[in-house]
């Protein structure tokens, strides 16, 4: 079993992923567009270069979207990514916050070295997270 995340946006699902494959090394594995697809003709004109399916790796997950119109931006579910230095998560906060809106900056915390929330201009949540590391951690995480 696997679980993946899907992604409704309104009107900018080409441009988030083209930003998320530039800005997070992720890698699209798929974009279509409606006036590719099956139904192409009988589409209205300017639905022809919306996002009907679109598939992006980063890192080790798989994130897929679409352009649904009058979709509303994402309310309480966070796309987490994990990130493995405080450079990383500081780089990372800087250009998802970027025109975006931000829950809680990025910050030292109990749990983390750095930890932020935020929603970035294309309407997707995010919680960045470089975890704080101690021996016992470290230890438990090695095979």
Not at 33 to 62: S, W, Y
Not at 94 to 111: D, N, P, R, Y
């Amino acid at each position: 079993m696997k679980l993946d995340i899907y992604v409704n946006y309104a009107g900018n699902c080409e441009q988030a992923f083209r930003f998320y494959e530039q800005e997070l090394d992720g890698k699209i594995t798929m974009m279509m567009k409606h006036g590719h697809g099956p139904n192409a003709a009988n589409l209205p004109a300017d639905q022809a270069n919306a996002i009907l399916h679109a598939r992006i790796e980063i890192g080790n997950t798989v994130v897929m979207g679409a352009d649904i119109p009058k979709s509303e931006p994402m309310r309480s579910a966070y796309l987490t990514l994990t990130l493995d230095t405080e450079a990383e998560a500081e780089r990372v906060y800087a250009v998802l916050s970027e025109g975006g809106q931000i829950f809680m900056k990025m910050e030292k915390t109990f749990f983390a070295n750095r930890f932020a929330m935020l929603r970035d201009r294309f309407g997707a949540s995010w919680m960045l997270l470089h975890e704080a590391r101690t021996a016992s951690s470290a230890q438990s995480r090695s095979p």
